[in-house]
């Protein structure tokens, strides 16, 4: 079902498989593990550093770079063991080398896609330009995907990986997954978690006026949070008191919202017999009278995992769908 694809060969029957992928986390990541006699063995081409495509049922669900492989034996087989991250990793690992090392009146489209542009990767925008900004920096010795998505989040809006490797703005969850996720029906295991390591009491931004002489500052508080845990934010970029206060507004909803994880795992990789795999940035409904819900989330994680002992399993994890939100609509779901 599942197939490596590099230098025009196609393999496939690894005894071991797991894929992640996350609207978190722009690169992607597979492990394979194949078991074969030695003769087999010498004749794989896979090596590190080739570009690879991963696909399901003919879908191509990665594409990316080898990272590392590891051989060995002992008298019962022998191992291959494959690691690959999907071609948005190389702006996680590398620094952001840019001359000049400032820009004005630049689009945050353009911005990025000058920057990814070196690496063989294109930018997608679903949401125009995404604003433009009066001056932009690049901070000595940051990485690629730092800046960028410092750059994103300021304008509030989300940068993903897509499946060939390259970027896309979007809003998210517009699409919906029509196989509902059901207790009894195809839950295989579940867990919800609340947790309040990263919510506060009080939420203060801090940044440089665009006058560039003043200080902005807003505040916002959790009710929440009943003890007093203040975090102060600055700016990353010049901002009035409306946009300092609507920032620790978004921070406050978002934390919140984003403290809430589910976590639901099904049988097989399909969302049915005759259906596709699962994606991420879908809506789709979940109902467990056990854990107390009915109601749609956003699929925001997907794992794909089996191995020789065990059929397809596919863990997908789940956030409400309001912890998306972009940073100008926070004061609307302020209100609330």
Not at 13 to 28: K, P
Not at 87 to 109: A, R, T, W, Y
Not at 221 to 239: H, Q
Not at 321 to 335: G, H, Q, R, Y
């Amino acid at each position: 079902m599942l197939t490596l694809t590099t230098n025009g060969k196609v393999y496939t029957g690894f005894s071991t498989i797991d894929f992640f992928t996350s609207m978190n986390a722009v690169a992607s990541s597979c492990y394979l593990r194949f078991k074969m006699d030695s003769k087999l063995m010498s004749n794989i081409e896979i090596l590190k550093d080739h570009e690879v495509q991963i696909s399901i049922k003919n879908k191509k669900i990665l594409t990316g770079y080898v990272d590392a492989i590891e051989k060995e034996f002992n008298a019962e087989s022998n191992q291959m063991h494959i690691y690959i991250r999907s071609k948005q990793s190389d702006l996680v690992d590398c620094s952001l080398i840019s001359d000049p090392g400032e820009f004005k009146n630049q689009s945050l489209k353009e911005i990025i896609t000058k920057f990814v542009s070196p690496f063989g990767i294109s930018l997608i925008s679903e949401v125009g330009d995404g604003g433009v900004f009066d001056k932009w920096s690049v901070t000595p010795g940051e990485t690629v995907w730092e800046n960028i998505e410092k750059a994103t989040r300021i304008k509030g809006l989300l940068l993903v990986g897509d499946i060939n490797g390259n970027l896309k703005l979007i809003t998210p969850g517009k699409e919906q997954e029509k196989t509902q996720l059901i207790e009894n029906l195809n839950i295989v295991e579940a867990s919800q978690k609340s947790d309040n390591t990263r919510r506060y009491s009080n939420y203060i931004v801090k940044g440089q006026s665009p006058d560039l002489i003043t200080d902005a500052i807003g505040e916002t508080k959790d009710a929440s949070i009943k003890r007093y845990r203040p975090l102060l934010i600055f700016s990353e970029a010049p901002v009035n008191i409306s946009g300092a206060r609507k920032r620790a507004e978004w921070e406050n909803i978002i934390r919140a919202m984003r403290g809430e994880d589910l976590t639901i795992t099904v049988n097989d990789w399909l969302t049915s017999p005759d259906g596709s795999h699962w994606e991420t940035n879908k809506r789709t409904k979940v109902i467990s009278p056990t854990l107390g819900i009915k109601e749609e989330y956003l699929i925001t994680t997907i794992r794909y995992y089996s191995n020789e002992d065990r059929f397809p399993k596919t863990e997908i994890g789940l956030e409400r769908i309001d912890s998306f939100i972009p940073t100008n609509s926070v004061n609307e779901k302020a209100k609330r």
